[in-house]
T-cell receptor, first 112, second 108 residues
Framework: DTGVSQNPRHKITKRGQNVTFRCDPI?????LYWYRQTLGQGPEFLTY????????KSRLLSDRFSAERPKGSFSTLEIQRTEQGDSAMYLC??????????FGSGTRLTVV | EDQVTQSPEALRLQEGESSSLNCSYT??????LFWYRQDPGKGPEFLFT???AGEEKEKERLKATLTKKESFLHITAPKPEDSATYLC?????????FGDGTTLTVKP
């Protein structure tokens, strides 16, 4: 197993465009998490799945953000109508139950 | 709402100069406290899980301890390769809530 894989590593998009990120977790892990991180800040929770069920979504997350995890395997995070404030590192992590997370290397989004 | 506060924000040490990082937390029903290391441009790397007050974990030059209100990450005789941001996180039944980290710089 090569760990948690995220694609793309970098994404530059124009304001108003839609973007989609992909995360492939460790296959044995049943939980998958999405976090967002800006410079100098800790990771901020966005949403998480247990198998294919989305169990929690941050109240701070606008309706422009949506995530899916079909069949409990890989996950996608879509941001519609991007804004400059969406520029950040988007981190995916997976875990087995409530053990410590294994993070991917992240997708850095720049909205211009 | 769960909260995590880490101090100091930044710490500069000379190689071999031991010190401690602090993580204060409030959480409704602690299921675990985690320490991670994060290098620039990379995702956090898991270091330790602590579950109950009084518990301690060690790995090389790092030792993590836990009380009912805070956790400490002790770094003994650090080396330049220990330079990184150290993140603390708490979890209840679901997600983890992270602090903003302590950025450690170890000068040779």
């Amino acid at each position: 197993d090569t760990g948690v894989s995220q694609n793309p590593r970098h994404k530059i998009t124009k304001r108003g465009q839609n973007v989609t990120f992909r995360c492939d977790p460790i296959s044995e892990h049943n939980r998958l998490y999405w976090y967002r991180q800006t410079l100098g800040q800790g990771p901020e929770f966005l949403t998480y799945f247990q198998n294919e069920a989305q169990l929690e979504k941050s109240r701070l997350l606008s309706d422009r953000f949506s995530a899916e995890r079909p069949k409990g395997s890989f996950s996608t995070l879509e941001i519609q109508r991007t804004e400059q404030g969406d520029s950040a590192m988007y981190l995916c992590a997976s875990s087995l139950g409530q053990e410590g997370y294994t993070f991917g290397s992240g997708t850095r989004l720049t909205v211009v | 709402e769960d909260q995590v506060t880490q101090s100091p924000e930044a710490l500069r040490l000379q190689e071999g100069e031991s010190s401690s990082l602090n993580c204060s937390y409030t959480v409704s029903g602690l299921r675990g406290l985690f320490w991670y290391r994060q290098d620039p441009g990379k995702g956090p790397e898991f270091l330790f899980t602590l579950y109950s007050a009084g518990e301690e974990k060690e790995k090389e030059r790092l030792k993590a301890t836990l009380t009912k209100k805070e956790s400490f990450l002790h770094i003994t005789a650090p080396k330049p390769e220990d330079s990184a941001t150290y993140l603390c996180a708490v979890t209840n039944a679901g997600k983890s809530t992270f602090g903003d980290g302590t950025t450690l710089t170890v000068k040779p």
